[in-house]
């Protein structure tokens, strides 16, 4: 079952490039999975930006935050890489800009057209690749700020002058 790039923008919002190259990014690594995955293994995804391309992926994929399959590493690139949980192999997966002609660039509308025409090897690198890292632990204890009595997972307090203190609240208290 394929999804259309119109079911997409109905999810993300709007039409635009990003939403374009997310949405042949990603189908382009689910067709390079499918040879080496079983139907129902589960995904997790990689991203290394949080920009509109990231819609189509979890869309596509299913590999969302709300589920812990999807890992964002902030390296602001055009790429992903989708790997199945069991086998651990996955593809990276890297957008290529240098294709796009000139006068197509500066036209919004004629670059989202030519991005869902082009090739996909025009546009998409694909590599095999292994992933070696653990999967991050899953410890969701509940603590809360000693500065503004929200509470918070244990992973994201910093202990400032012996107190525990929020991202928020830490953050403040070191420009204060
Ligand atoms: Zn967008
Ligand atoms: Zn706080």
């Not at 990276?92 to 996909?120: H, N």
Request: charged fraction near 30%.
């Amino acid at each position: 079952m394929e999804i259309k790039y119109e079911d997409l923008i109905a999810f993300h919002g709007h039409s635009c490039p990003g939403l374009a190259i997310g949405y042949r990014m990603t189908n382009a690594a689910l067709r390079f999975l499918s040879q080496e995955r079983a139907e129902d293994e589960e995904l997790v995804a990689i991203i290394e930006n949080n920009a509109c391309g990231v819609d189509a992926l979890q869309f596509i994929t299913g590999c969302t935050f709300g589920k812990g399959n999807l890992i964002f590493k902030d390296y602001g690139k055009h790429a992903f890489t989708l790997y199945s949980r069991q086998s651990r192999k996955g593809v990276r997966v890297v957008f290529d800009p240098i294709k796009i002609p000139e006068d197509i660039a500066k036209d919004r509308d004629r670059l989202i057209e030519w991005l869902l025409s082009v090739a996909e090897k025009e546009i998409v690198s694909l590599k095999k690749t292994d992933i070696m890292e653990p999967e991050p632990a899953q410890i969701r204890r509940s603590i809360k700020c000693d500065f503004c009595a929200e509470s918070m997972m244990d992973t994201r307090a910093e202990k400032i002058s012996g107190k525990l203190a929020c991202i928020p609240c830490a953050k403040k208290l070191r420009e204060s």
